[in-house]
């Protein structure tokens, strides 16, 4: 399966911005979605997941609250919709799918896409 990320851009402390991940190539209600990202100079670090349909999320502590992970599966689509954005989540976002893991481990998601860099200015 392809994945592609979209939406980041430059926004402005408390603000808001919504991702997306759009998927091609696989039955994406198969698969569990997660949301990565990577700061500069730093190791990539576990943002959310989604379950199959949808019904099961996880998210980091450090965006509990503030970010939520959503999935169209008729669109072959997730988002990540990020309120209350603050400068330390500046990064490039970057979406994975599993075929059968839910959980923060990087390494154990089998197909990655594009990041898309989200800058947040103080």
């Known amino acids: 399966v392809q994945l592609q990320a979209s939406g980041g851009g430059l926004v402005q402390a408390g603000g808001s911005l919504r991702l997306s991940c759009a998927a091609s190539g696989g039955t994406f209600s198969r698969f569990i979605m997660g949301w990565f990202r990577q700061a500069p100079g730093k190791e990539r670090e576990f943002v959310g997941v989604?379950?199959?349909?949808?019904?099961?999320?996880y998210y980091a502590d450090s965006v509990k609250g503030r970010f939520t992970i959503s999935r169209d599966n008729a669109k072959n689509t997730v988002h990540l919709q990020m309120n209350g954005l603050e400068p330390e989540d500046t990064a490039v976002y970057s979406c994975?799918?599993?075929?059968?893991?839910?959980?923060?481990?990087?390494?154990?998601?089998?197909?990655w896409g594009q990041g898309t860099l989200v800058t947040v200015s103080s």
């Open positions: 994975a799918a599993s075929r059968s893991y839910y959980g923060d481990g990087y390494d154990q998601y089998d197909y």
């Open positions: 989604i379950n199959w349909d949808g019904t099961s999320t």
